[in-house]
């Protein structure tokens, strides 16, 4: 079982990229977040490993981190979800976007992918928003890629802002977001002080527009 491949590239085409290690060249099938960042013919290039292994064929899916690849992973247990899709999906968001995206029920942000209904992306938001911690993918979190902690209002609260918010026209993932980052600076608020401090924010960057 091959876990990780470093060597150079020896060739590109389509999603597939030849890995030249020591003389052997290994096809390795990749998103397109991992093949934009990759690099060009002769570059090295180390890739994580994700080898699946059927009755008349061996696969070999590459990933430029590891939270590529734990994605691709979760995301291959939901079913109608094979690599392909999951690739696809990989290749639309980022890791960070993909989570922010489930904890957010954001259908939408998914079905930019293609081979990615509707269905399907309700599927994906359902089976796997118990997997992704309540807004652990925070406006700070995003921006600057550090672990952070989930924030200390109970989830059922930022929920309840989250869904009001929405009932009031605006788009899920920017009142998630919005609500996350006034849920990190007021931990102690309650539903009505959360969704005012939500809406005078939203207000602001809408004034911004």
């Not at 070999?60 to 979800?81: C, N, Y």
Request: glycine share 8%; charged share 20%.
């Amino acid at each position: 079982m091959i876990g990780k491949l470093s060597g150079r590239i020896d060739s590109l085409s389509g999603a597939q990229i030849i890995v030249d290690v020591g003389g052997v060249g290994y096809v390795v099938t990749c998103s397109a977040r991992t093949l934009r960042q990759a690099g060009a013919v002769g570059d090295a290039l180390s890739l994580r490993i994700e080898t699946q292994v059927r009755e008349d064929s061996i696969s070999l899916f590459g990933f430029i981190d590891a939270a590529e690849q734990d994605w691709f992973r979760l995301l291959t247990t939901v079913q109608g979800v094979g690599a392909r899709v999951a690739l696809s999906i990989l290749g639309t968001v980022s890791p960070d976007q993909l989570m922010h995206a489930i904890a957010a029920q954001d259908k939408t942000a998914l079905t930019q992918a293609d081979g990615v209904g509707p269905k399907l992306a309700l599927r994906l938001v359902t089976e796997l928003k118990d997997k992704v911690p309540a807004f652990m993918a925070s406006p700070a979190r995003l921006a600057a890629g550090t672990d952070m902690a989930a924030s200390p209002v109970p989830p059922s609260l930022a929920g309840d802002a989250l869904s009001a918010l929405v009932n009031l026209g605006y788009r899920r993932a920017e009142a998630f977001a919005v609500v996350a980052a006034v849920a990190q600076k007021n931990p102690v608020a309650k539903l009505d002080e959360l969704i005012r401090s939500s809406l005078a924010e939203l207000g602001r960057k809408d004034s911004a527009a």
